[in-house]
Structures are given as C-alpha cells and as structure tokens.
C-alpha cells in the first residue's frame, strides 16, 4: 500500500489538474489508449506495483487485484485459493483489431488460436465457481470476417457441461459507430451461463424506466385488466435488451482515461445485484479499467480481478483509491497517471 504521504501528495495534484483544466476549460482526455502507444506503455510501467505474480490486497474490504494470466489454472487458484465464487464476470479480448489497430490488449489471431485461449480461460472458470454460479461474457463479432468470434464462441461453449446458457443480452449503445453503406453499429452483447442451479434476483431487473404503455388485457377474478394495474412495479423490467444504460465515453465522471471499450458501471452492478448477496466473492479475470472492483465495492460484494498487463491492474487499484478519497468512480477529464511530468513527450499523450 502507498504511505499516507503520498496518498495525500497524490490526491492533492489531482485537484490541483483538476482546477487548472477548469481554467483553461479543457474537455479532452488526458490519456490516449494506452494499448495503441507503446512508449507511453513504456512510460508507465516504473508507476505499476505490480509484476507478473503478484497480488495486491484490499486491508479495508478484502478485495485482490493480481498481475495474472487468465489461461494458466495455477494462476486462477492462486488468487481465488479454496474460497467459491457465486460469479464471474469477464469482457475477454473480442478478437477484433478495433479501429484497424491489432495491439497487445485488443489483438486479433487466428479463429483456432483464439477459441484455444478461450477453452483455457473458460475452463479456469468453471474449476473456481460454486456449484451454483452464474457467468458472464461481454463479447463482439466482427462483420468484416463473417462475425467472428461470437457464433464461434456460443459453439466452443457447448463443449462444457458444466454450463448451461440462459440468455443473450444486448446492451443498447446511445453512440455507436458504421459508414454510410451499412446500419450503425450501437449493440453490445452478453452471453449469460449458469452453473448448477442459482438464485436470479428479479427484483435487481427492474429500472428506472417508467412504464407508459398500457396493453396485454387480462382477465383477473371476472375483471379485464392490463399490465399497469396488475405489475407490482411502475418501471419495467430489463429483460434482455438494455436500453437504459449508457455507453461510456469520456464526458462520463466514471470515464477512466486510456482504456477502451470500458464497460458501463450500471450494467455491471445490475449484473452482480441479480446474481449476488452481501459479502459474496465476485470474480473477473480481464480488469481493464476496474470497473467489476468498483461495483462490488459500492454493492458490498467482495471482488477478486486480475489482468496480464500491469497498467490494467494498477489503474483498476488505483480506481478504487479514488473512489474512495473522492467519490467519483473515474478521472473523467484527469490522468490516472498524475506522476507523469508536463514534458514535450506527455503533451504527446494529453
């Protein structure tokens, strides 16, 4: 754990950064993705207490950030030990060289290779859950080679008893991106499996969506009704298309600069709420920005993340430190990294 001095010294130059982009009036990101420059990678390595092995613990509330790899079992086990974990939430690599970039984070390999890294990391997942847990994978298809990896993948997944799959959800995008020959692409999707036989909280599928259409008459005790007078609630539930979530983008406070395709903190807790009580042990094996450990930590669930690049794992430790000083659950227009200096190089990455 960093000392208090430095934990103040540090908080106090975020303010400070924070106060000078107010002046200028700055609304940009402070941090380019972090995947696409490799010197700025270079860069920020010496800031990361982590290397390869290594495992960071939560003294406050338990939870562990670890330098890991997510194919290996004995680096699962090591981070997991004899404790069961109730879910698992995971937004592995899509296969896809996003924005025609083929980097470190976001590569793209050949289809076999890709299912092969996958069969690993799904089956360290099954050997780490209870023997009734619910699983989760954020995955992507990429149209321009016939929507791989995510039919592909559905496919490998028939191969593990263990897991029945339960639904397919699509998290509604309000950005998105396509050309003029094609719709826009504004979906994101998540496959939902389960082991065993777990709980489902209902009650977690409900939004703040009010519902106004009235319709699906019934009769009831010799009386036509429709659906408003008979729901228990006056929003409407999620179901499987997420309309209501918001995808994040940098004029977000929960915005962490430098990591992209960072996955909404809302559909996360809605996720954990659904699947988990109190105190339970929630699992991701690809941290990115550290949004899972943030959830967990405003839901009172305990949260074990790791990733393989220890900028990932030291920003999602870092996250959870500004949240905790500040209350914010990201940087929005700050830098994760305040240590880095103003140089002619940095102006580079801001």
């Not at 010294?9 to 490799?38: A, C, I, P, V, Y």
């Not at 509330?61 to 079992?73: F, R, S």
């Not at 023997?131 to 039919?151: C, E, M, S, V």
């Not at 263990?162 to 496959?191: A, C, D, F, H, S």
Request: charged letters at 30%; proline letters at 4%; one cysteine or more.
């Amino acid at each position: 754990m960093r000392d208090k001095t430095n934990t103040l010294s540090l908080f106090g130059n975020e303010l400070l950064m924070q106060k000078d982009e107010e002046k200028k009036g700055r609304t940009s990101e402070r941090l380019e993705r972090l995947d696409l420059h490799g010197e700025l990678h270079k860069k920020i390595l010496p800031l990361c207490r982590l290397k390869y092995g290594d495992i960071w613990e939560d003294p406050i509330n338990g939870h562990k950030v670890g330098v890991l790899d997510a194919t290996k079992q004995e680096d699962v086990k090591k981070i997991v030990g004899n404790e069961k974990v109730r879910l698992v939430v995971n937004d592995p690599p899509y296969n896809v060289a996003v924005g025609n970039a083929n980097t470190n984070a976001l590569f793209k390999i050949n289809i076999e290779k890709y299912l092969e890294f996958s069969k690993e990391w799904v089956q360290n997942v099954i050997s780490v859950t209870d023997k009734d847990a619910h699983f989760y994978i954020w995955l992507g298809a990429d149209y321009r080679d016939n929507l791989q990896p995510l039919p592909d993948f559905i496919i490998l997944m028939r191969k593990f008893k263990e897991l029945r799959p339960k639904n397919i959800i699509t998290l509604r995008n309000q950005r998105g991106y396509g050309t003029q020959k094609n719709w826009m692409w504004v979906r994101q999707e998540l496959l939902y499996y389960v082991k065993g036989n777990p709980n489902f909280n209902v009650s977690a599928e409900y939004t703040d969506i009010p519902k106004i259409l009235r319709g699906y008459y019934k009769e009831v005790n010799g009386r036509i009704t429709e659906n408003l007078e008979r729901s228990k609630s006056e929003y409407i539930r999620a179901g499987n298309v997420w309309v209501d979530i918001q995808q994040v983008f940098y004029r977000m406070e929960e915005n962490v600069p430098g990591c992209y395709a960072q996955k909404p903190l809302k559909a996360i807790e809605r996720i954990i709420l659904s699947a988990t009580d109190e105190k339970d042990l929630v699992v991701d094996f690809f941290a990115h920005s550290g949004t899972t450990l943030i959830a967990g930590e405003r839901l009172k669930r305990k949260v074990y993340t790791f990733d393989i690049d220890p900028i990932f794992a030291e920003i999602t430790i870092r996250r959870l430190e500004h949240f905790r000083r500040t209350g914010k659950t990201g940087w929005q227009w700050q830098n994760p990294f305040p240590q880095l200096k103003d140089t002619k190089e940095r102006q580079k990455w801001i």
